[in-house]
């Protein structure tokens, strides 16, 4: 760490090294013999496409989790996620705390770029606060899921999937040790089980908003109008796409004949598929089974990820934000952005836009060629894309039977997804002058 913050590099190059580093130092941990019940250990493909899902906070598995890695194998997949979920910076400001060193300011400046935070002012508190709740929420959902597991599967095993299923809900990872009856059967025996599905989804939402809008929370309560208008646009937009996943899906899919399921059954079912397709990774039903349009919402929704300086990553909720205000600014004849009183600054609207295209043409460019390396049908493919880019782990059965051409591929979108667009950017361009004049300006015509 004292290297990178010595030599002269960007905050956003640190990020690219620092996931990039914690994915090799995983992918060693698991090659190791005793991770998998055959002791034999994996090979590198196998343990470098777990390491990348799990410290991207995915979800995507070429083997049964539970069938396939030993407790052991499970500890390193737990703390990779663990590792993820809080981001690399925090993790290494955490080692430098504990170290005793001095955050010095490109520390803070580095870390600030990692959570998104606004100012550089109070970084070193903030992250404070993100550990203890990070601990306290963990906790408090490790000991509501062990009132179901503990009677079920003894005390010991009942704790610790307690645990497990807990930190990867908070992190928004997926990964489930549900498989040793039925292979991949994540929480699909919990469908109908409102404590499992509610804890998890709550997990879900609340590692998904971000730290910063917890921070707002926590420090204004109920008074709406003095959070960030960052805050207020998470808020506002993730419970709009709560509702609309919701609404689809109990009015249009799981009220079919087909599935069987009675109101509220379908009114839980529902509401988990609008959680989960946010970067999360856990399903309660079979997703094969899910109609062509309900696949496609899915898809969508996996799309959108999570909040800035959250523990999931995929297409931030505030770039679809920024883009739909700016959208409406052009429907209502407005020369600026605005929201909630504010007027947002021209360079959000060109980012988010860049950000947009830059997920979508990742998104298109990965499924066409998973289509075309293993000869798969586009919207199993695009399923696929979708989930890894949005770093979300919901998958139709195909991950495990993919090639080593498009894991490859897998492994690049979920490593793009986590680090974000904006990051790479500035990785690559950090190097770059800004020009010292403009050019003159013409018009052309768009629409």
């Not at 770093?391 to 591929?409: F, H, K, Y």
Request: aromatic residues 12%; proline residues 3%; charged residues 15%.
């Amino acid at each position: 760490m004292s290297f990178w913050i010595k030599e002269r590099i960007s905050p956003s190059q640190i990020i690219i090294l620092g996931y990039f580093l914690f994915i090799l130092c995983g992918t060693a941990l698991l090659m190791l013999p005793f991770t998998t019940r055959d002791g034999v250990g994996p090979g590198f493909g196998d343990a470098l496409f777990t390491a990348t899902s799990a410290i991207t906070v995915t979800g995507l598995v070429v083997h049964d989790t539970a069938r396939y890695w030993s407790e052991f194998g499970q500890a390193i997949i737990l703390m990779l996620i663990q590792a993820g979920g809080l981001g690399v910076m925090s993790m290494a400001v955490a080692v430098a705390v504990l170290a005793g060193q001095k955050i010095g300011f490109r520390l803070r400046w580095v870390m600030q770029e990692s959570i998104s935070a606004p100012h550089l002012a109070g970084i070193v508190r903030l992250t404070g606060f993100i550990f203890k709740t990070v601990l306290a929420v963990e906790l408090a959902g490790a000991a509501l899921l062990a009132l179901r597991f503990c009677p079920q599967m003894g005390l010991g095993r009942g704790l610790w999937m307690a645990l497990f299923h807990s930190v990867s809900a908070f992190c928004n990872a997926g990964f489930d040790l549900m498989g040793e009856a039925h292979p991949y059967a994540s929480l699909t025996a919990y469908a109908s089980d409102p404590l499992v599905c509610l804890v998890v989804a709550a997990l879900i939402i609340t590692g998904g908003i971000g730290f910063l809008t917890l921070d707002d929370v926590r420090s204004h309560g109920a008074d709406f109008r003095s959070y960030r208008l960052q805050s207020k646009l998470v808020l506002l937009f993730t419970a709009a796409l709560l509702l609309v996943g919701f609404l689809f899906f109990f009015f249009f899919e799981f009220r079919r004949e087909s599935w069987g399921m009675s109101g509220p059954e379908a009114a839980l079912a529902a509401f988990f598929q609008s959680v989960s397709p946010r970067t999360a990774g856990f399903n309660s039903v079979d997703l094969a089974a899910l109609s062509p349009l309900g696949k496609l919402v899915t898809m969508l929704l996996m799309l959108v990820g999570a909040a800035p300086g959250s523990t999931g990553g995929g297409f931030k909720v505030t770039t679809l934000a920024v883009l739909l205000l700016g959208l409406l600014s052009i429907f209502l004849h407005r020369n600026d952005v605005r929201g909630f009183g504010r007027r947002l600054p021209d360079m959000a609207l060109r980012r988010a836009s860049g950000i947009f295209m830059f997920y979508l043409l990742l998104f298109l460019a990965g499924g066409m060629l998973i289509s075309a390396f293993d000869e798969l049908p586009l919207m199993t493919a695009f399923f696929e894309s979708a989930s890894a880019i949005g770093t979300v782990g919901l998958s139709l059965g195909a991950t495990p039977e993919l090639s080593d051409a498009s894991r490859g591929i897998l492994i690049l979108l979920m490593y793009f997804g986590r680090v974000g667009s904006l990051t790479v950017v500035f990785a690559v361009s950090s190097g770059l002058r800004q020009d010292a004049f403009r050019y003159p300006s013409e018009d052309v015509a768009v629409g």
